[in-house]
């Protein structure tokens, strides 16, 4: 009989904090608060992974490279796009990324990776700090619904029901997790590009997305999927300086 109503009562306040995190989230900062507050002392600091780069060229043909990335939240990511010795690659740190091409420094724009922002920094930053840079993208908080994604339910911020054009994204319900972006592309808005975060696994205290996909206009064009993946281990913080991109490498590969 006691384990019965222990039962209940572990049954009932599961149901009231459901309950009281859906009253809760009425707006875009509120649910990014409560992704946060999720996951804040668990999530891990830093990754590394490599991953099959595959680009579907406009034939249908496509081309796989391996890529080595490595980030550290909040906000900086390194990506070595191919061998380490070609030179080619990107880092995003302090909102702006810098280019590489065979080893030359092509200059450094401001940007704001969202996929990192949704995907990672929002689990190790002070919340206010993401709603100020989702506020800033362009992204109306006001606007909240709800949708089935992949089976599952999901928050969709940024835009009214049945509005698949706006700036917006979709964060799953039950684990809080970013799953979707979708947003007019940049060189040409009436075109709708949209970027997909699937296959999430247990990673430390928290989750990765191990495939990533990337379309225009409904028509794939490039896919990320990722392995070798170890959470929390020691970052050499040289590998997002520009000036050292040439002489460091993620995973220590051999030069060629």
Not at 192 to 204: C, D, H, N, P, V
Not at 209 to 231: C, H, L, M, P, Q
């Amino acid at each position: 009989m006691r384990t019965r109503i222990i039962f209940v009562c572990l049954a009932a306040s599961l149901a009231l904090a459901t309950l009281t995190q859906a009253q809760e989230i009425r707006d875009g900062s509120a649910l990014l608060t409560a992704m946060h507050d999720r996951y804040k002392d668990i999530w891990y600091e830093s990754v590394v992974f490599k991953e099959n780069a595959i680009t579907t060229n406009p034939d249908g043909t496509t081309k796989t490279e391996v890529w080595d990335e490595v980030l550290v939240m909040p906000g900086k990511l390194r990506i070595n796009i191919g061998p380490s010795a070609d030179g080619n690659g990107l880092i995003f740190a302090d909102n702006s990324i810098t280019r590489f091409r065979n080893g030359k420094n092509l200059g450094t724009q401001h940007f704001v990776h969202m996929l990192l922002v949704l995907g990672f920094d929002i689990y190790r930053q002070n919340p206010a700090a993401t709603i100020d840079l989702v506020k800033a993208d362009g992204f109306d908080l006001s606007q909240i619904h709800e949708e089935k994604w992949d089976g599952q339910d999901c928050y969709v911020i940024g835009a009214a029901k049945g509005d698949l054009k706006s700036k917006q994204f979709w964060i799953e319900k039950n684990r809080l997790l970013f799953v979707r972006l979708i947003e007019p592309d940049a060189k040409d808005p009436a075109k709708t590009r949209e970027s997909r975060f699937r296959g999430y696994q247990k990673l430390a205290g928290g989750w990765i997305s191990t495939r990533v996909e990337f379309d225009t206009d409904g028509k794939n064009y490039f896919n990320e999927d990722y392995f070798a993946i170890k959470a929390d281990t020691k970052v050499d913080p040289a590998l997002f300086d520009p000036n050292k991109f040439a002489n460091t490498t993620i995973f220590n590969d051999p030069k060629k």
